[in-house]
């Protein structure tokens, strides 16, 4: 599967416990950027990154939210002690380059905080 | 502070017809128009773009036009098929960071 990759495709957390979401991005691409979906709404950046580095968190929310890129292995999406508004659908995308506006897409994540 | 409007939440098209959905911007820095297509449970597949320098792009059944003047675009399917029923996003970039989404249009195509 050549595709933008994601797991869990549905996750399921109590109040207060840690969401882990985990992206792969297609092959040779290097560029990963996190969205966030509600109900009834468009997609909203949270934030984009590169090997190792956080290039734009301006969508993040400030606080129990955190992402990650590593050298090695998938991006991570960490949200901590969840709550009823985090539920979501959380999608990952990924470019070959800087300067590249075309972002593909993932299948996302459901996570429902219960 | 919604940059990017779809302002028709759904669309039916008799199959065969042309499909004609509408989008506006409010930013006019942006440069780099896209179209997705997105199934239920799927991430969105990106269907086509255009760049700010251009008004109209053309690729088989899809068209995408941009009126710069009127912050406007639009995308023509046609002819329409019922494959073509999924929700449609519309989506801004000003630098490839990150892209602006509307809230979308769900297509149902009538066979």
């Known amino acids: 599967n050549a595709g933008v990759m994601q797991n869990p495709r549905h996750l399921v957390r109590r109040r207060g416990q840690e969401a882990r979401l985990r992206c792969s991005p297609m092959k040779g691409h290097s560029h990963v950027y996190w969205y966030r979906q509600l109900p009834e709404e468009g997609l909203k950046f949270m934030v984009y990154l590169q090997k190792e580095n956080i290039i734009d968190e301006s969508g993040m929310p400030k606080e129990r939210f955190s992402a990650e890129f590593p050298k090695e292995g998938p991006s991570i999406l960490r949200i901590q002690q969840v709550v009823r508004g985090d539920s979501a659908a959380y999608f990952c995308?990924?470019?070959?380059?800087?300067?590249?506006?075309?972002?593909?897409f993932g299948p996302g994540t459901r996570l429902t905080v219960t | 502070d919604q940059q990017v409007k779809q302002n028709s939440p759904s669309l039916s098209v008799q199959e065969g017809r042309i499909s004609i959905l509408n989008c506006d911007y409010t930013n006019s820095m942006f440069d780099y128009f896209l179209w997705y297509k997105k199934y239920p449970a799927e991430g969105p597949t990106f269907l086509i773009s255009?760049?700010?320098?251009?008004d109209k792009n053309e690729d088989g059944r899809f068209t995408v036009f941009l009126n710069k003047s009127a912050k406007h675009l639009s995308l023509h399917i046609v002819p329409s098929q019922p494959g073509d029923s999924a929700v449609y996003f519309c989506a801004a970039s000003g630098g490839a960071n990150n892209l602006f989404f509307g809230t979308g249009t769900r297509l149902t195509v009538i066979p």
């Open positions: 995308a990924s470019s070959p380059r800087q300067g590249t506006y075309e972002q593909y």
């Open positions: 255009i760049s700010s320098i251009k």
